[in-house]
């Protein structure tokens, strides 16, 4: 089933998971993320579905783009859908404030750069 959605429908999946992750953080602060279970919870799921769809991104475009660090996106989907009792919600919004918005410019420029 993997084979069947393109390269840029997974670049785009992980774009729109981005972009849910900034509207629901945005204007948040650390405490209010902490307080609330549920926002806690999406935020990790959205940042499962982006390694999700890096994991079936064809060697040809992880190679192309290596600019990004696929490799980690990989790891981190792994973590926290192996390890999700140990997940650490400090480092999930330091990636979310840090991470994730120059995640979005390389997403969008590779999007750009394929179709």
Request: proline share 1%; net charge positive.
């Amino acid at each position: 089933m993997k084979n069947r959605i393109s390269d840029i429908e997974r670049l785009h999946h992980i774009l729109s998971a981005i972009n849910t992750i900034q509207e629901f953080s945005k204007g948040l602060s650390y405490e209010e993320y902490l307080e609330d279970f549920k926002l806690r919870l999406a935020l990790v799921k959205l940042l499962e579905i982006i390694g999700e769809a890096s994991v079936g991104l064809s060697k040809n475009t992880t190679n192309k783009f290596s600019n990004v660090e696929w490799t980690i996106l990989k790891s981190v989907r792994n973590v926290l859908v192996h390890e999700y009792f140990g997940i650490d919600y400090k480092i999930i919004w330091n990636s979310i404030q840090n991470k994730v918005p120059g995640l979005r410019i390389k997403i969008e420029q590779i999007i750009a750069k394929i179709q």
